[in-house]
């Protein structure tokens, strides 16, 4: 055999091989759900499972619970990128327990969760607060448009879950009596111009809100400790989120469980390097917050933000996949 037909033997093999390790991946379904960091989510999956380790990718439209009930019934589709997984709590155990479905990453995004919230610059100007427990104290920094002399508090908008919960922590921790008002912002866009408008004025600001979001991002809140310990689930699901509660107690927020679900087909069928991925990658708060504000503030979709992420945010994806993955999902970005 010359040294061509030697050349081009060896690398057909080097082809076959390397087509081999693409196919090894195979077809992928990914939720895209329907809020804009599950969004941004699943279009970065779809990039670095295709570009980084050959797999073919399709989105599919999600939301929690419709989700969850296909993944559970239909093993479709194989991932969610980021579900908030107490509104299936006793289902998804039984699926875990039954090996259809996997907890493949337990902090996809770190600092994810709701409580109650204040500017950065609040805790710049008084560095005496700490915990909610502080700014209890504190009604004078935050007063009432319609009665200064007391402090607003903005809690959820009425028919959201969450207002009875504010409600009974209100109560809990006897900040009537404190001097506060709990403010009803009327709707989600109320809940959003209270905070921008206090905010764009440079005014203290105390009330609830979740992350990620873009809100969260673009005003710089924090969320508090509330210097209380959690009372436990079964004081959370009977008595701090019904509006029957008679005595509701001192608590801090229930811990949000934000998990990366598969199914079982996806972890025996595909590329191994790839679950290790999916199983890898948390994105830090302020990443994300930035992402989303990118989102919010461009009208950008899912796709447009992968890219801007996978673009300027090389310092955070790349800690997440091997260095030839690293470096294929370069190349297709160039």
């Not at 400790?225 to 927020?253: I, N, R, Y």
């Not at 994105?283 to 979709?301: E, I, R």
Request: charge should be negative.
């Amino acid at each position: 055999m010359n040294k061509l037909v030697k050349g081009l033997a060896a690398a057909g093999v080097a082809a076959a091989m390397s087509q081999g390790a693409v196919a090894a991946c195979g077809d992928v379904t990914i939720a895209e759900m329907n809020w804009a960091s599950a969004e941004f989510m699943a279009n970065v999956d779809k990039i670095i499972l295709e570009e980084g380790y050959g797999c073919t990718v399709e989105l599919v439209p999600g939301a929690t619970l419709t989700t969850f009930a296909s993944m559970d019934t239909k093993g479709v589709p194989d991932i969610a990128p980021e579900l908030w997984t107490q509104s299936v709590d006793v289902p998804l155990k039984a699926a875990i327990a039954s090996g259809s479905l996997h907890k493949m990453n337990p902090k996809p995004i770190l600092g994810a969760g709701e409580g109650w919230v204040v500017p950065s610059y609040t805790l710049e100007n008084h560095p005496e607060i700490k915990t909610v427990l502080d700014v209890i104290e504190r009604p004078d920094l935050f007063p009432y448009n319609e009665d200064p002399t007391k402090g607003a508090f903005v809690g959820c908008p009425a028919g959201w879950g969450c207002q009875q919960i504010n409600n009974n922590l209100f109560t809990a921790f006897d900040m009537e009596a404190k001097g506060w008002v709990l403010v009803d912002p009327g709707s989600a866009a109320g809940l959003d111009g209270a905070m921008a408008k206090a905010v764009q004025r440079g005014d203290d600001y105390f009330g609830y809100y979740w992350s990620p979001t873009a809100m969260m991002g673009k005003y710089n809140m924090q969320m508090l400790d509330f210097g209380v310990p959690f009372q436990g689930m079964d004081d959370w699901l009977a008595c701090t989120t019904q509006a029957e509660c008679a005595d509701p107690q001192p608590t801090s927020w229930s811990v949000s469980e934000i998990n990366t679900i598969a199914t079982d087909s996806f972890m025996k069928n595909n590329d191994p390097k790839a679950a290790a991925y999916i199983k890898g990658r948390e994105y830090p708060a302020a990443a994300m917050g930035a992402m989303l504000v990118y989102m919010a503030d461009n009208q950008a979709g899912g796709e447009d933000a992968a890219i801007e992420f996978l673009v300027n945010h090389e310092d955070v994806w790349t800690q997440w996949v091997g260095v030839q993955a690293a470096n294929l999902i370069k190349k297709s970005l160039n």
